[in-house]
């Protein structure tokens, strides 16, 4: 990385991020609370991990003793997708071991959970962490895919945590790399390891959450990087008056970025596929109700506008949903078969082997798509950023709108451009917000640590107060795991939190949502701002804001 810093990157150096009253005191301990069970397979998962169901919820509170350790070491890993605030979790973690002892040690594993069972890593001192405090990325160690999962996984990690004398491991990741740091954690308890697992909700997509953590960090930068963007694309469109804007951002299944980006932008048209699965909306559904958008505002004289597309839509279409099962089937049953085939009779292939419908629908979609649909990561999840849902939609509604035309129900122009907002945002500079609540999750998970705690994500609640009340804690991780299918088989997985349409955020857009299609009722979110009042630096997203006026967390 360059060594040259922007007057910016200097002067956000020095920031100093804001800690929760009870980590500030530096006499945080733990209070137990109720014991969690999962909401669903409860004793399948009972039997997965007996070691580490039944344990109780953990708050962390003002105590009377200042915070002290024994000098230890301890790993961290960043896991997954880069989001924004990840070097200042890690700045935090340091802070606090340094805090309890000084003589406690933080290294910093390479390139994702690989560095880990593979030895890859490197001990992180006060000069690493200084350059990269408040900055956005994953730079500092990198980040990757791989899991945690097969014996020699683990043995590889227990291998290396071992040599470094290591009495932890922090996995800074989704609900992925929080299921593989729940196993870890089972693997390590069911044979008396001595070394900790902690997890730390990160992910843009804004999924990892539930009623003890209100958000996974990186969300609130990630979505308000878009919405500038979006917003400025608004004001492009409503200036140069001649092309739709069709905006797919990033999101992964959820809809959460999309719709904080609704609620602060306030675009012409925003889909939301967990409404479209609700209302079982055909694609042609989805296509006409744009297409009658397009309509009226061309009868208003306006030929331009912007849609915001999630990334994930395609998987909550009804008709898609068996072809997704199918082709997933598919995909993992006849690997072997398909990748020995180049791409055009890969795609032949493909199509005759999916049965009825689904074969036909593969065959009737762009070759792009068909050859993004193949792809899955290491988790056997869908590389949806690379689908390109917008472009497909563009090719939809201009086919719709010609038969409008044709039947003379159409006068308008239709001239429309893609845009994908994604990797714009992962990595952006964190806002006051992330970088307050990073560094927070990183003190607090040394703090689970330093009491003895294994096998817990630390879980934050009261995030859209100021950050002096946030109420930091650990939640278990089995107590959040369910059981879904993936690559065909039966695995436990941390639930992705969807957006529900029966919630505050989704209810608000829905209420407002008619009046800015005809009308340009764009708001102009404007940069993200670090210096200046705190109603413009410090506040939470909308999602955040309308949950905790409903009292979503109780
Ligand atoms: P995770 O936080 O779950 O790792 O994913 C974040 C994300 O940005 C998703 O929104 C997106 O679909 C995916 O990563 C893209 O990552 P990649 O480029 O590795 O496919």
Redesign the pocket.
Known sequence: MSQQKSALQQVRGTYQPKLPKALKSGRATLQSGEVVTPAAHAETIAKLFPHSTGKPLLTLVEGDQPVTSAPMTVGVVL?????PGGHNAIAGIFDALKAANPASRLVGFLNGPKGVFTGKYKELTAEIIAEYRNTGGFDMIG?G?DKIETEEQIAGCEKTLKELGARALIVI?????NTNAAILAENFLARNVPIQVIGLP????G??RNQFIEA?F?FDT?AKTYANLVANVCRDSASARKYYHFIKL???SASH?ALEVALQVQPNYTIISEEVARRNLTLSQIVDDICDMICRRAEAGKNYGVIVVP??LLQFVPEFQPFFADLNKLVHERKAEMDALPDKEKHKFVADALPGHSGELYRSLPETLQEVLLIT?SHG?L????LETEKFLIITVKARLEELAAAGKYKGKFSALPHFF??EG?CAPPTNFDADYCYTLGYAAVQLIIGGVTGYTVSARNLAAPAEQWVMGGVPVASMLTIETRKGKEVPVIEKALVDPDDAPFQAFAAARESWKVEDAYIFAGPVQYFGPAEVCDAPTKTLELESKAKRFG
Do not use: C, H, L
Request: proline fraction near 3%.
């Open positions: 896991s997954g997708g880069p989001a980040s895919r990741g989704g609900d992925d790399s990160k992910t843009i997509d999924d990892m996974s990186g990630a990033m999101g992964r970025v990334e994930g990561d999840n590389t949806v950023s690379q994604g990797y992962r």
